[in-house]
């Protein structure tokens, strides 16, 4: 059973940074994607960024390149995303999803797997 632990959410100013940490267990992850998503009140949960495990392959948002980076430990089965140059638009639950396969897809329905989310607040 796949098992997705977010944490590292909070509430930061504008400008500042923060950095996620997803904790994977119960799939072979070498095999998968893992991806980060974002859902702001009211909107439909969006890609935010997707790593695919076994070869680093990255994919960004175009709102959040230059300033986010996913990242990966193998040793801790665990996916990073920091966070930097926050802005309040970023404010959101911010979710973290697999699949398996080696296309790191955009759509929240291409994944089954999903942790409990995190909620990242950036004030102006």
């Known amino acids: 059973q796949v098992q997705l632990v977010e944490s590292g959410g909070g509430l930061v100013q504008a400008g500042e940074s923060l950095k996620l940490s997803c904790v994977t267990s119960?799939?072979?992850?070498?095999?998968?994607?893992v991806t980060w998503f974002r859902q702001a009140p009211g909107k439909e949960r969006e890609f935010v960024a997707g790593?695919?495990?076994?070869?680093?392959?990255?994919a960004y948002a175009d709102s959040v390149k230059g300033r986010f980076t996913i990242s990966r430990s193998n040793a801790e089965s665990t996916v990073y995303l920091q966070m930097n140059g926050l802005k309040p638009e970023d404010t959101a639950v911010y979710y973290c999803?697999?699949?398996?396969?080696?296309?790191?897809?955009?759509?929240?329905?291409?994944?089954?797997?999903w942790g409990q989310g995190t909620q990242v607040t950036v004030s102006s």
């Open positions: 790593l695919r495990w076994n070869q680093g392959n990255t």
């Open positions: 999803a697999t699949r398996t396969g080696i296309t790191i897809q955009t759509t929240p329905g291409s994944y089954d797997g």
């Open positions: 119960g799939r072979t992850f070498s095999s998968s994607i």
